[in-house]
T-cell receptor
Framework: DTAVSQTPKYLVTQMGNDKSIKCEQN?????MYWYKQDSKKFLKIMFS???????INETVPNRFSPKSPDKAHLNLHINSLELGDSAVYFC????????????FGNGTRLTVT | AQSVAQPEDQVNVAEGNPLTVKCTYS??????LFWYVQYPNRGLQFLLK??????LVKGSYGFEAEFNKSQTSFHLKKPSALVSDSALYFC????????????FGQGTTLQVKP
């Protein structure tokens, strides 16, 4: 009974393509996030939504566009993929208040060739 | 601006020995501090948090962490390490006055040898 699930687990694609990663949480949380983990394992927040409203938008190229159709889903669409986009992308959720821990999905490993 | 530093890329300990993984932070206002663990090809798992109250916080799998306000540190500890504790550990901080952005340290690989 996965709490935060991401699909696909692996994504291999060529430069210039457009791809999407989907995320769903069944925890009833109000807030969802996208994090990027690079090859050195460094984690950086990309976006955060609270009840379908964008609340955090870090310095991310506008080729990346998050979409939250409802508070249980947060998808990430990436246009014109570049080699540097290769990374592991993690979705996470939290109840909302800043003292609550995040619950992470198992990640999507994106490889751009 | 808030930040987190984990000064050690890797910590090596023998099974049965105590372990410490170091973390220092910088944040405006009162800090909310967290430790997460990441096993290979998995997402991060929450271990413990400090919000307020006792400086010694106990968490999952026998881990604990000590909040030290004067040293702005939140070191992770365990009295007796297990080989299965070998993983990547992340310290993270949120400021109580911001939008709730969780900032992670660069991670410390813990290697426990039999």
């Amino acid at each position: 009974d996965t709490a935060v699930s991401q699909t696909p687990k692996y994504l291999v694609t060529q430069m210039g393509n457009d791809k999407s990663i989907k995320c769903e949480q069944n925890l009833g949380h109000d807030t969802m996030y996208w994090y990027k983990q690079d090859s050195k394992k460094f984690l950086k927040i990309m976006f955060s939504y609270n009840n379908k409203e964008l609340i955090i938008n870090e310095t991310v190229p506008n080729r990346f566009s998050p979409k939250s159709p409802d508070k249980a889903h947060l998808n990430l669409h990436i246009n014109s993929l570049e080699l540097g986009d290769s990374a592991v992308y993690f979705c996470a959720s939290s109840p909302g208040p800043s003292n609550s821990p995040l619950h992470f999905g198992n990640g999507t490993r994106l490889t751009v060739t | 601006a808030q930040s987190v530093a984990q000064p050690e890329d890797q910590v090596n300990v023998a099974e049965g020995n105590p372990l410490t993984v170091k973390c220092t932070y910088s944040v405006s206002g009162n800090p909310y501090l967290f430790w997460y663990v990441q096993y290979p090809n998995r997402g991060l798992q929450f271990l413990l948090k400090y919000i307020t109250g006792d400086n010694l916080v106990k968490g999952s799998y026998g881990f604990e962490a000590e909040f030290n306000k004067s040293q702005t540190s939140f070191h992770l500890k365990k009295p007796s390490a297990l080989v299965s504790d070998s993983a990547l550990y992340f310290c993270a901080v949120r400021g109580s006055s911001n939008t709730g952005k969780l900032i992670f340290g660069q991670g410390t690989t813990l290697q426990v040898k039999p």
